[in-house]
């Protein structure tokens, strides 16, 4: 990544299309330092549907992914859908070696995610 310039993260909330549907978009670096922006964001919202905005993702790291594996535990025992959009191959990636790809359903765009989770 030499030569990179990485935005400070930020993670903007945002209702969905739907009622019921919140929308958390994450830009910058996913990092330790990002971690509790995104676990506070997570925690602020108590929407049913859940949607992880990751479009402007460029990557993230091993304490974005617990943040992540978190936000699954705590919807799951809430009742809430979680979906993750826009991953990048690089973030892709990151949650398939780690084994955590599978707990997240996740889609290419806002638009296909709001309408599967309905």
Not at 21 to 50: C, D, H, M, W
Not at 69 to 92: Q, T
């Amino acid at each position: 990544m030499r030569g990179m310039v990485m935005e400070p993260f930020r993670v903007h909330t945002q209702p969905g299309n739907r009622e019921g549907q919140y929308i958390l978009i994450l830009k910058g670096a996913f990092t330790s330092a990002a971690s509790p922006a995104f676990n506070e964001a997570v925690t602020a919202v108590a929407a049913p549907r859940l949607i992880v905005d990751l479009t402007e993702v460029p990557m993230m790291d091993s304490v974005a992914i617990g943040a992540l594996v978190r936000a699954f535990v705590s919807c799951h025992k809430s009742g809430r859908k979680l979906a993750l959009v826009g991953m990048n191959h690089r973030v892709d990636n990151v949650l398939r070696l780690t084994g955590i790809a599978p707990l997240f359903d996740s889609y290419s765009t806002l638009a296909e995610a709001e309408d599967a989770l309905g």
